[in-house]
Every structure is written in structure tokens, then in C-alpha cells.
């Protein structure tokens, strides 16, 4: 979300200083808590954020409104492998991970 708001800020050509967009990551790392399981959620979330800030005008998400489905399909291929490779890290860590059943699995 925070590079669609820098995205949207640089098509602008607005110049957000260094304060507003650490305080827009912060702020957006609060929000996007409850965006990761409704599809499209982190769109409402931008949107709500960037009108609360008012340093990077809402009106400027049409400018990824069309391209957003991409966008939001390879976020959740991105959440699927970074879930899988957690689910094996911590296996591993845990000393419950079969290495060879994995292999059989994984082919």
C-alpha cells in the first residue's frame, strides 16, 4: 500500500516530504491489519488512510483503480509462498520437520 500511495504522490507530481511518508507508513501499518483478509480490503484501507492524511490527495487512486486486481492477485500469491515458507521454517526450528516425507511430497 505504501508503494501505491508513493506511486499516486509521484504521478501527482506532489512532493511529500520524509515526515508525511513516515508517517503514512506507520499509520498504514496500523490500518492494513484487517485489509489482508478481505479481498480488495487493502484498497478501502488506502483509500480511507490517504483521506484521513490529507498529504496525498483519495482522488488520486484512479490512477491504479484498473490495475489493482493485478496488483491485489500477485499480493496473494506473494502471501500464500511467504506462509508456506514459515510453515517449513518453523518446522525446522521445531525439530518436526520430515525431511523425507517432504520429499515425497514435494516429488
Known amino acids: 500500500m505504501m508503494v501505491l500511495a508513493i506511486f499516486i504522490a509521484q504521478a501527482l507530481d506532489l512532493d511529500v516530504s520524509l515526515y508525511h511518508q513516515v508517517t503514512l507508513l506507520l499509520i498504514l501499518l496500523l490500518t492494513s491489519k484487517g485489509a489482508a483478509s478481505v479481498t480488495g480490503g ?7 488512510t490517504l483521506g484521513s492524511i490529507d498529504v496525498i490527495p483519495a482522488a488520486g487512486l484512479v490512477l491504479v483503480l484498473g490495475v489493482y486486481r493485478f496488483i491485489s492477485e500477485g499480493g496473494a500469491l506473494i ?12 518446522a525446522r526450528w521445531d525439530g518436526a520437520l520430515d525431511r523425507e516425507q517432504l520429499k515425497r511430497e514435494l516429488g
Open 42 to 48: 487493502a484498497f478501502i484501507t488506502l483509500a480511507a
Open 79 to 90: 502471501n500464500v509462498i511467504g506462509n508456506g515458507v514459515a510453515t517449513l521454517f518453523i
